[in-house]
Each structure stands twice: as C-alpha cells, then as structure tokens.
C-alpha cells in the first residue's frame, strides 16, 4: 500500500493541564513512613517524594512531546472507538504491515527503541528486506485512546477484533504481521487464532493461555493452591517472590479497579506511585531502577497516563478479561494457528528453570500446544518490558519469527 488514507495529527497538552499537574504536585499530602527502606512495604517515600519534586519543577514535558511528535501520529475511530497509534513507513523493497500492542503498565512509548530498528533495518546494520510498515496503537482506554464512555466492557479479546478492523479496513492492509507483550501478547495471539488466515504470523513475550483470566479465580496466578511443601528452598523462594511480584497488581485490579481509579485519578503522587511500583519489581533492574528507566522515561510515560486521565479505563481492562471470559473462535489444534514466535527474558523465569532450560520448559509445559510455535527465544538478561529492556534481541528475534513468512 503506497498512499496512506489519513491525515496526520499532532499530540499537543494545553497548558491548563500542564498547570494543574503542577499545582496537584505542590500540595500533595505525604503519609508517614519508617522502616521502609528496603521497599518492604511498596514505593519508598523518600525516592516518591524526590520524583514528585522533579517532576513538578524540572521534567520538561514539552521536550517528551516533540520526541513523541518526530514520528507519524493518526486518530480514528474504530467501531465507535477512538484509537491513537503511531506509525513508521517502512524503509525496504518490501515492508510488510506490523502492529505492535503494548500492556499496562506500558504506554505506546514503550515501543519506541524497536520502532527505527524494526521500519529501517538498513539504517542500524540490518537488512533491508526485513523492512515493516510500523503500526503502534495505544490500547483503548489507555494514553490518547481515551475516553471510553461508552465502552465499560472493554478487553483484550474485543481490543484483537478492533485491530483487524484497524489494519484490514480502516487502514487497507490485506495481510500483516503483529506483535505483543503483556496483555498485549494475549490481543496479539487472539489474532492468531480468530484471523489466523489474515496473519503472516505473529511475535509474543512470554505465551500465556488465552483463558489465563477466566474462572472464579483469574486474580490469583495460584488459583488458590498452596506451595507445596519440600520445596528445594531456592524453589520456594522464587514462588513466593514471583507471587508477591504480581499479587496485588491483579487482585486489585480485576476486583477493585474502580475504587482505586478515585485515587489514582485525582494525585498524580499515588498514580505515579502505584505505576512506579510495578516498573520497579518487573524490570530487570538489579535494585536501580534508573538503570532502565531514567526519571525523565519515568516521567513521560507517566504522563500519557495522567494528561489522559487513562488510569481508570487502563485498569478496568482487567477486570473485563475476567468478567467478559474468552471463548474460542474455533476448535482446531493450535488454538493460535498463526506462526509464532516467543522471547522469554530471565527476570520472569519460572521457579526452578534456568534460562539454559526454560525454551524446554515451554515446550514440556501444557501453554507450548496452544502455538504453532516456530521460534523461540530465552535471554539471561531482560525484564517485562521486553523492547525497552533488551531492543536489539527483541527486535532479532522477531525479524527471525516474520522472515520466512514474508511474501
């Protein structure tokens, strides 16, 4: 496709909100706090409090919006939904269409170390013929795809039917590729299995089951079973760290979402706070978080959130993946017919499994008979925010999955 069919817009913050992120910094009301200085507790006070005072008085939003601007941006509706995404036009003989869906608490910048890379592969030591045409939406109700008023029930099944409509129709692409991580793994492989056919294949962090947030339980990865006991202690360890890792984030959020969005929604401290600690305990940062995410990364990302006033709806997505089950397409087997490739990154390494090991892992586990896995990938080095973390193997590993794929 040579002629793209929409305009361009910009992302612009009018000052009055700028003005009013700033005042809600300067009156913030601090909770005390002692003994926490080893986290123990969430988000220590005193690095909170020194973020909050330098994104009141030194980050430059307006710098973040002119790097977020040197890319292509469109706004559309898609079956009554807004939609914002990004693109980058591929630079090659044959760029082939590439949606890439973030999860929470990711914004569309998450996505912006592999988006050169992955649309001018020449242009960083690469081949030109693994050119893709780069499409990076914001999920609904996230960032600048907000509001929803109109759409309570949104999740990451009904998010997949949006992007085919996206791609195939609003955009004229009659075959493309697609590529996610987090909830964002699961809209791309609901792809691969609903339009399969309409799919080159697709690239995925992790692999989770499509049912992952079905049943009375989809707020506990435990699903209620206790650890078993003689445990190796390494192995014991290791459960009750990645448990203690995601606990919180999904009980609350699929049982609680709108009461906490009160409060999130109206301090730009708590909000922060309540990202910060997730980008703390998921990124593979070796107890510096600033080693992945400086305070200005932080900051801007924090801030789609909050310009948006997208907490609430970003949450609610949880929720919905409960309350609303996915139910299959089809019963054919792979479930995901679409080839796949997986990069599995060592800070999410399941107890017990060294990164040597965890590609057989997989393989041995009952998630591999869910796809037509065709490449897969483990690094000792990574977090789960993939593309942020480790953009070079990200980005290899998913020119490996696409290329015998490409027309």
């Given at each position: ?115 050169d890379p992955l649309a001018d592969p020449a242009s960083f030591g690469g081949d030109p013929a693994d050119a ?276």
């Amino acid at each position: 496709m040579n002629d793209f069919p929409l305009e361009t817009t910009q992302i612009h913050v009018s000052d009055e909100v700028l003005d009013d992120l700033r005042q809600r910094l300067a009156l913030t009301r601090w909770p005390q706090e002692a003994g926490n200085e080893d986290w123990y507790y969430g988000v220590r006070r005193d690095y909170l409090q020194e973020l909050v005072e330098y994104w009141r008085t030194e980050y430059d939003w307006r710098k973040a919006e002119a790097a977020i601007n040197a890319y292509e941006h469109y706004r559309v509706e898609v079956d009554g939904v807004p939609v914002h995404f990004l693109r980058k036009p591929g630079v090659g003989p044959n760029p082939i269409p590439l949606i890439l869906t973030h999860g929470w608490p990711w914004t569309f910048w998450h996505w912006v170390k592999v988006v050169d890379p992955l649309a001018d592969p020449a242009s960083f030591g690469g081949d030109p013929a693994d050119a893709f045409d780069v499409i990076v939406p914001s999920f609904p109700g996230f960032g600048f795809s907000t509001p929803l008023p109109d759409n309570p029930d949104m999740n990451y099944w009904k998010v997949a039917d949006l992007w085919h409509e996206l791609m195939t129709k609003t955009l004229g692409y009659s075959k493309y590729a697609a590529a996610g991580c987090d909830v964002g793994a699961m809209v791309t492989g609901q792809l691969g299995h609903k339009y399969a056919d309409e799919l080159y294949a697709i690239h995925i962090g992790s692999g989770q089951k499509l049912t992952l947030f079905n049943g009375d339980r989809g707020w506990d990865l435990s699903g209620g079973h206790p650890i078993p006991e003689g445990l190796p202690p390494a192995v014991h360890a290791r459960i009750v760290e990645l448990e203690k890792r995601f606990a919180t984030h999904l009980a609350v959020h699929v049982l609680d979402p709108s009461t906490l969005s009160y409060g999130l929604s109206d301090s730009p401290a708590g909000m922060l706070a309540w990202i910060l600690q997730r980008w703390r305990s998921w990124s593979d940062n070796g107890g510096d978080l600033e080693t992945v995410f400086s305070k200005d990364d932080l900051l801007t990302h924090a801030m789609i959130f909050w310009v948006n006033n997208a907490i609430g709806t970003s949450i609610r997505t949880y929720s919905n993946n409960n309350r609303y089950p996915w139910t299959p397409s089809h019963d054919r087997h792979p479930t995901i017919e679409a080839p796949t490739g997986i990069t599995f990154v060592a800070h999410e390494n399941p107890p017990g499994v060294t990164t040597d090991r965890r590609v057989q892992h997989f393989l041995d586990s009952d998630r591999a008979p869910w796809y037509n896995h065709v490449n897969l990938n483990a690094h000792p080095t990574g977090g789960h925010f993939i593309p942020w973390e480790i953009p070079t193997e990200w980005t290899t590993d998913l020119r490996n999955t696409f290329r015998p794929y490409r027309p």
